[in-house]
């Protein structure tokens, strides 16, 4: 018992302790200082998780503490870094937002500052018990998030239709747990990849059942093809700031468990999780370009979007190659800046209570030239046209498949971001070609201001120079050795 | 040992029949109460195995309080019941082909392969004192984890169901002891005959 209580060693989570102090902190004063407090909170929110990424930046090295079931090195670290963003910059744009919509802010931070955290534990987990665990508090506080405006009939659906649905998905993957426990007898992915790869646990039926639970229930957090439903609904009808966050924060986190379990621990499955992943790729890409055709609401078009996007990263995890694994972290990368400046064009008009539907977008270029502008150039980033940032994602997944000798799945991902293309270019053509219907009254705040500003510039320059963009994830590929 | 195995098998088809009944009832109210057999009977599989704190626990907490709490829940909440059961017909084929699918494939898998032994206690100390030792060296980590997780879950439920009563009169303690004579009495002089 003693010597397992010095295997602990706090300084390695740094991060997440500081997470979880200041949201518990957070909590307090929102609770002290009653409704006025809200932009302290909002305030020192940002502040908290900009120290937590520069904690991050400045650690290195791989570790392991409290007996592996906490890991960190490099990829995990990339891996956070990205998720951290992935809630800095909503954060930063919405308190706008807040204001607009009267809703009462202090918890609201709180949660998701937990969402976070839940997050940064899976990335790091060790071991499936606090896997599990982690996937709990990201999901649980994604579901309250969704339904955070109450009075509004669509929120309370779209976080109670996350609830239910994410509860199911949740117990496959912990039924997939147990299958898994009840024949290796372990929890912690070392022990059971040590059984994957004995002779017992070769060709073992009832190990493959768990893995493929497992796989459908992460397929249900990023909302990959058969598990999909609930994606759509659900970004419509949350708050616009937490579908910004839904829509990057879960996905990280959730595609690098994936990353790690199928790649390190999976390793002997590989001939039966490739084929379902492959089929998860194909229908995502395929769902995504085909339904999204048909939309009519633009958060509706974003969440067929990233269905479409997680399909192109499962190419580069089906590779299960590193070329495949750093396509994946640069197709990630390169998803967060695009989606947050979308967003970020929209939270601009949804202050109005406009710019929901597409339509409303009508001849926005004849009275603002410069919006229109830089909203094109995120469709067309998201639709992969060079030499935006879009297209060096897709392309560096594209020859990851094509270097793997999946010739036919990158043909497959190539005509499915063809027919993608039409809905994206189709918001360009509302925005250029079509006449303007009233006017519009649209005010940037200057946190919204600060972040479409930085992630156009990111989108030009990663797809004209992407070589920074490639150097930085590739530190992180380097833990996957094969 | 025939003993054991009788109670074992005994208490493993309670469990399975009951939780037939929470999927199968028409009345969701019955529906709980199956929940509660099915958690009984499990706490009778854990005393089989030699864990008592486990039973005792799962009756405390999952029968006293968890399956209550769902039973006040379905008899508050207004549910149509005819609805309900039309929906059930309409997806019932779907539903029953989807399930017994997947139940001959676990079938035919379970069939052929053996689980691990579950451990046996070898070390003499108690139930309690092994558990806790395990919570809280081994697994302390997790045990964090799952504390944060229930604070989400108390934060949530507060944040999505508190409103604030605009017209609700609260005691002010301050206010109260603030107060001074002048603020509080007023004198005045009425003239005689002019009162009202």
């Known amino acids: 018992m003693a010597e397992e209580l010095l295997d602990i060693h706090l300084t390695l989570m740094m991060p997440e302790i500081l997470v979880a102090v200041m949201a518990m902190v957070l909590l307090l004063l929102s609770a002290w200082t009653h409704r006025g407090g809200t932009g302290v909170v909002h305030w020192l929110t940002i502040l908290t998780i900009g120290a937590v990424i520069l904690v991050l930046q400045a650690g290195e090295g791989a570790a392991a503490t409290f007996a592996g079931q906490f890991v960190i090195d490099d990829f995990a670290r990339y891996m956070k870094i990205l998720m951290c963003l992935g809630m800095i910059f909503p954060i930063i744009m919405s308190l706008d937002y807040f204001r607009g919509h009267a809703m009462d802010g202090g918890e609201y931070h709180v949660v998701a500052l937990f969402a976070l955290l839940g997050g940064m534990i899976m990335v790091s987990s060790g071991g499936f018990l606090i896997l599990y665990l982690g996937v709990e508090l990201m999901s649980l506080s994604f579901y309250v998030l969704a339904a955070w405006r109450r009075d509004d009939v669509q929120s309370g659906e779209a976080g109670l239709k996350y609830f239910i649905l994410g509860s199911v998905a949740s117990g496959l993957l912990l039924y997939g747990i147990s299958m898994i426990y009840g024949v290796t007898g372990a929890v912690s992915f070392r022990e059971v990849a040590a059984f994957m790869g004995s002779p017992a646990g070769h060709a073992n039926q009832l190990l493959s059942l768990g893995v493929v639970m497992i796989l459908a229930g992460m397929g249900f957090k990023v909302a990959a093809v058969p598990f999909h439903m609930w994606a759509p609904d659900v970004y419509q009808g949350a708050p616009t700031p937490v579908t910004v966050f839904m829509s990057v924060m879960p996905k990280v986190a959730s595609i690098a468990v994936l990353l790690r379990i199928l790649m390190e621990v999976f390793v002997v499955q590989h001939a039966q999780w490739v084929p379902i992943v492959q089929l998860f790729a194909v229908l995502s890409m395929g769902v995504g370009a085909f339904a999204g055709l048909v939309q009519t609401n633009i958060k509706r078009l974003l969440a067929y979007s990233s269905i479409s996007h997680v399909g192109y990263m499962f190419i580069g995890l089906v590779t299960n190659t590193q070329a495949g694994v750093q396509g994946v972290l640069v197709y990630l990368t390169i998803y967060l800046v695009m989606t947050m400046g979308a967003f970020g064009i929209i939270l601009s008009f949804d202050r109005q209570g406009l710019g929901e539907k597409i339509s409303d977008y009508q001849g926005l270029a004849h009275k603002q030239p410069l919006m229109a502008f830089v909203m094109a150039m995120f469709m067309f980033s998201m639709a992969g046209i060079p030499p935006l940032a879009g297209f060096i994602g897709k392309l560096n997944i594209f020859m990851a498949a094509v270097k793997a000798d999946m010739v036919p799945l990158a043909v497959a991902g190539v005509l499915f971001s063809a027919i993608g293309a039409y809905y994206y270019l189709r918001v360009v053509k509302v925005m250029y070609f079509d006449l303007p219907e009233g006017s519009f009254k649209v005010s940037v705040s200057g946190g919204g201001f600060l972040i479409v500003t930085l992630s156009l510039f990111l989108t030009f320059l990663w797809g004209i120079l992407p070589g920074d963009l490639l150097a930085w994830t590739g530190a992180g590929v380097m833990v996957f050795h094969h | ?196």
């Open chain 2, 1 to 196: 040992m025939m003993v054991a195995e009788f109670v074992f098998y005994l208490f493993a088809a309670l469990t399975v029949l009951s939780a037939l009944g929470v999927v199968g009832s028409r009345n969701p109210v019955h529906s709980v109460l199956s929940l509660v057999l099915a958690f009984f009977s499990t706490a009778g599989l854990f005393v089989l195995m030699g864990a008592e704190f486990l039973a005792a626990i799962l009756v405390m907490v999952y029968m006293g309080a968890v399956a209550i709490l769902f039973l006040f829940v379905v008899m508050m909440l207004d549910v149509d019941f005819a609805q309900l059961r039309r929906e059930r017909v309409r997806y019932l084929p779907l539903g029953l082909a989807v399930g017994v699918v997947m139940l001959v494939e676990l079938g035919l898998m379970l069939g052929h392969h053996h689980l691990v032994e579950p451990p046996v206690a070898a070390v003499a100390v108690d139930n309690t004192l092994a558990i806790g030792q395990a919570l809280f060296t081994r697994y302390i980590y997790p045990f964090e984890v799952a504390s944060l997780i229930l604070l989400v879950a108390l934060v949530g439920a507060v944040a999505l169901t508190h409103r604030e009563r605009k017209r609700l009169h609260r005691q002010e303690i301050s206010q109260q002891l603030a107060r001074t004579r002048e603020d509080a009495v007023e004198l005045r002089k009425v003239a005689s005959g002019e009162g009202a």
